[in-house]
């Protein structure tokens, strides 16, 4: 019955952690994709204002006006950045399944950072193209000189990930400028994913898009205001590119949800800096408790840590954790290795603080 295409892809890692987990009763659960406060309540007011108001119908496809507006100009005003065009989509997730579909095809190869987040694996095998993968151990720095060493006249695109998740890389201007400047000598595109935008800790929220001007940016709402169930984001870029994948979305999505499109016009410009203060208080608790037990990078941004596992061996690691009732996941389930293991800190200190006790207890056996 099955389509070729889905002996492409697996869901196996994550399941098999899931499986484990199923039979945990009270898991300390470092495992979590997203923040652990709730959509602030002005943003809920704004979506459950318009459901009231009867605003509960289909959109047109590229999205409301006034959120592409709100968009364009948040752009102008934070970054100087003026984007051809914009489509207002079903989360991050919608816009990269248009854009991989509207852009790869058999044969194209598209470049990855190793570690990555999953979809970025999964997209290109679904569409007949490969992805090619950028190995950044220990620092999941992507410097242009391993790029150079994987880029082939098959390469189609690269795709960034800044602050990233896994391993909550968050690049310095002088390393977006050196990834812009390779893409430009070799004409890629750079699908940018700028989800964990405001997640980032000692530097400035920035956006490729200031740097490179063949960039289609994504980025959304689910993670800055906590909108994973709203299913809301966006993507801005070259004209051509987001025609195409507007007339994707007509024939797939239809249009992002109506009342979550009227709320993201107030979360665009929602003030989450005391938010940001907690998670970077999160962040250093969590590198402090690991560092001295654990190969572990300091993460810039996004909500996760990337420790290496003790005897190299992630899954075997995991196994050990849910063991001792926590719940993280094993690195392979983001990479081509199975060296390190994927905690969240998107969680109460006091969560953190009792996964750092099982993490070092395990450590010293
Ligand atoms: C890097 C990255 N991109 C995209 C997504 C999906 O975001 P959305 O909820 O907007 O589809 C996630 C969610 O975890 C993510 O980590």
């Known amino acids: 019955m099955l389509a070729n295409r889905m002996k492409a892809i697996d869901s196996s890692g994550i399941r098999k952690v899931f499986d484990l987990a199923a039979r945990l009763e009270d898991p300390v659960n470092l495992s979590i994709g997203q923040p652990d406060f709730d ?3 002005e943003i809920k007011e704004v979506g459950i204002d318009s459901i009231r108001e009867g605003f509960n119908r289909y959109t047109v496809t590229q999205g409301i006006p006034e959120l592409q507006e709100a968009v ?6 934070h970054y100087g950045v003026e984007f051809e065009d914009i489509l207002i989509t079903s989360g991050v997730s919608g816009g990269l399944t248009l854009a991989f579909i509207a852009l790869v095809e058999a044969g194209d190869e598209v470049l990855l950072s190793d570690p990555y987040f999953v979809m970025y694996k999964h997209l290109p095998n679904l569409f007949g193209g490969k992805p090619i993968f950028v190995d950044t151990y220990p620092d999941f720095a992507l410097l ?3 790029l150079e060493e994987k880029v082939t006249p098959r390469t189609k695109m690269l795709v960034i990930n800044s602050p990233a998740n896994p391993t909550g890389k968050a ?11 390779f893409a430009r000598k070799h004409d890629l595109l750079v699908i940018s994913d700028e989800i964990y935008d405001h997640f980032i800790y000692d530097q400035q929220p920035d956006t490729f898009a200031k740097y490179y001007e063949k960039t289609l940016l994504l980025n959304g709402f689910s993670k800055t205001a906590a909108m994973t169930g709203w299913r809301l984001g966006y993507a801005a870029g070259p004209h051509e590119i987001i025609e195409s994948m507007k007339t994707l979305q007509q024939y797939s999505f239809v249009c992002a949800p109506s009342f979550a499109q009227k709320a993201g016009i107030a979360a665009l ?3 989450i800096s005391k938010r940001i203060a907690e998670y970077r208080v999160k962040r250093d608790l969590i590198y402090e408790g690991l560092k001295g037990h654990f190969e572990v990078e300091k993460p810039g941004g996004a909500f996760y840590i990337f420790p290496k596992a003790p005897g190299g061996d992630g899954v075997k690691f995991v196994e050990k954790a849910i063991a001792n009732n926590l719940l993280i996941i094993p690195g392979n389930v983001f990479s081509e290795e199975n060296t390190h293991f994927r905690l969240s800190f998107a969680a109460t200190d006091e969560t953190i603080q009792r996964g ?7 450590v010293k056996g």
Do not use: C, G, N, W
């Open 39 to 41: 959509v602030p309540d």
């Open 72 to 77: 364009r100009e948040h752009y102008r005003s």
């Open 144 to 146: 242009p000189e391993k």
């Open 171 to 181: 690049y310095a201007p002088d390393e977006l400028r050196a990834i812009a400047d």
């Open 269 to 271: 410009e929602l003030d």
């Open 356 to 362: 750092i006790e099982i993490l070092q207890k395990i």
